[in-house]
C-alpha cells in the first residue's frame, strides 16, 4: 500500500462542464504523476510535480491544468470537459530520490463525460 | 524516441500451462529502467518488478521470472504454472534516465486469461 487515494472514484460529468481529481499522499513524496489510460493506449503521462507548486507537462497534457499547492495533494483539472477525456485517470508517487524509482499508483478515478 | 512494444495484445492459457508476455523497448539513453505492473479486474497497478539496464541477470520469484536481453532490446516476463488469479492486464514499461521527470513510457498491454 502506497498511501495513496484518489477523489472521487467514479464521476460522471456533462460536456463543458470542470471538472477536479483529487490526488493524496501520505508519505510526503516529492514526485506526483497524473496518467490517464485508455483502451489501446496504455498509460500515458498528463502531467507531473517536482514539488510544491513545481509542475510539468507530459505527452497528453491539452485541456488539462494542475495544482499542488501542498505536498500531499496534486489536483487535475478539466477546465472545460469533453467526451475525449472520458477515461481512468490514475495518480502515481515516485517513492525514492532517485529518478528512476518505482512509480506507485493509486486506485484510480474513472471519469466519463456525456 | 522512446517506445515499449507488447506485440501480444491477448493470451489465452489453461491452468497450469506456462506463459510468457513479450515486452520490447526503443531508448537512446544508456541508462534506463524497466519495469512489468499487473492490473488485475479490479483495476488497480500492482509494481512487480524493476530492472536497471546494467543488469541482465536474469530474476525469479516464485512462479515468475523475468528476461532482460540488452541484445535484443527485451525484457519478457514468464508466468511458470499459471493460475486464475494470475488473469489481468500486463504491462511493460520504460523510464529512462536522462528524461525530464522520469515520467514511465507504457506499452499498450497484454491482457492474460487463464482458465480452469
Known amino acids: 500500500d502506497a498511501g495513496i487515494t484518489q477523489s472521487p472514484r467514479h464521476k460522471v460529468t456533462e460536456t463543458g462542464t470542470p471538472v477536479t481529481l483529487r490526488c493524496h499522499q501520505t508519505e510526503n513524496h516529492r514526485y506526483m504523476y497524473w496518467y490517464r489510460q485508455d483502451p489501446g493506449h496504455g498509460l500515458r503521462l498528463i502531467h507531473y510535480?517536482?514539488?510544491?507548486?513545481?509542475?510539468d507537462k507530459g505527452e497528453v497534457s491539452d485541456g488539462y491544468s494542475v495544482s499542488r499547492s501542498k505536498t500531499e495533494d496534486f489536483l487535475l483539472t478539466l477546465e472545460s470537459a469533453t467526451s475525449s477525456q472520458t477515461s481512468v485517470y490514475f495518480c502515481?508517487?515516485?517513492?525514492?530520490?532517485?529518478?528512476?524509482?518505482?512509480?506507485?499508483f493509486g486506485p484510480g478515478t474513472r471519469l466519463t463525460v456525456l | 524516441a522512446q517506445k515499449v512494444t507488447q506485440a501480444q495484445t491477448e493470451i489465452s492459457v489453461v491452468e497450469k500451462e506456462d506463459v510468457t508476455l513479450d515486452c520490447v523497448y526503443e531508448?537512446?539513453?544508456?541508462?534506463?529502467?524497466l519495469f512489468w505492473y499487473k492490473q488485475p479486474p479490479s483495476g488497480e497497478l500492482v509494481f512487480l518488478i524493476r530492472?536497471?539496464?546494467?543488469?541482465?541477470q536474469n530474476e525469479i520469484s516464485g512462479r515468475y521470472s523475468w528476461n532482460f536481453q540488452k541484445s535484443t532490446s527485451s525484457f519478457n516476463f514468464t508466468i511458470t504454472a499459471s493460475q486464475v488469479v494470475d488473469s489481468a492486464v500486463y504491462f511493460c514499461?520504460?523510464?529512462?534516465?536522462?528524461?525530464?521527470?522520469?515520467?514511465?513510457?507504457f506499452g499498450k498491454g497484454t491482457t492474460l486469461s487463464v482458465s480452469s
Open positions: 531508448t537512446r539513453d544508456t541508462t534506463y529502467y
Open positions: 530492472r536497471n539496464s546494467f543488469d541482465e
Open positions: 514499461a520504460l523510464s529512462e534516465a536522462n528524461q525530464a521527470g522520469t515520467a514511465l513510457i
Open positions: 502515481a508517487i515516485r517513492r525514492g530520490a532517485s529518478s528512476t524509482d518505482t512509480q506507485y
Open positions: 510535480s517536482y514539488g510544491v507548486k513545481d509542475t
